[in-house]
């Protein structure tokens, strides 16, 4: 489930969805939707998004442990030199590869959410104008 999260993250930071974040059109919601679910552009995200998490494994961590234990009153010499997240956390291993799987998943269900906005669109449009109605007939009159 961490790893499933994790990768709805990092589509919604690589894929542009700009008609779920802005006042847009069904037409707009619909092609977002039918973007996500191209299976050309989820295998690139996959694999991109997989590619990057294996280079996050092997980001040196020592300077940052280093300055925890500085902070933390131990000695910053007992961190070893070569400490990386592959290192210190060997099921993190298996993550570029959770990612390539379940990366295009993600994607299908985010274009199924896409696709229930764009079909949402009018009955949201009809209820916001019902409200401005209402709100304009409870205002007070002076």
Do not use: C, F, W
């Amino acid at each position: 489930m961490r790893t499933l999260a994790l990768a709805a993250v990092l589509v919604a930071i690589a894929v542009p969805v700009p008609a779920l974040a802005q006042d847009r059109t069904e037409e707009d919601a619909a092609r977002v939707a039918d973007t996500l679910r191209d299976p050309v552009l989820q295998e690139s995200v996959a694999a991109g998004m997989a590619a990057a998490s294996e280079a996050l494994l092997d980001v040196p961590l020592a300077p940052l442990a280093r300055a925890v234990a500085e902070a933390a009153g131990d000695d910053p010499r007992d961190v070893d030199p070569n400490m990386t997240l592959r290192s210190v956390s060997p099921e993190a291993e298996d993550v570029p590869a959770e990612i390539h799987d379940k990366l295009p998943r993600v994607m299908g269900a985010m274009a199924g959410m896409a696709g229930g906005v764009s079909a949402m669109i009018p009955a949201l449009r009809e209820m916001a104008a019902r409200m401005e109605e209402a709100v304009e007939r409870a205002r007070p009159r002076y």
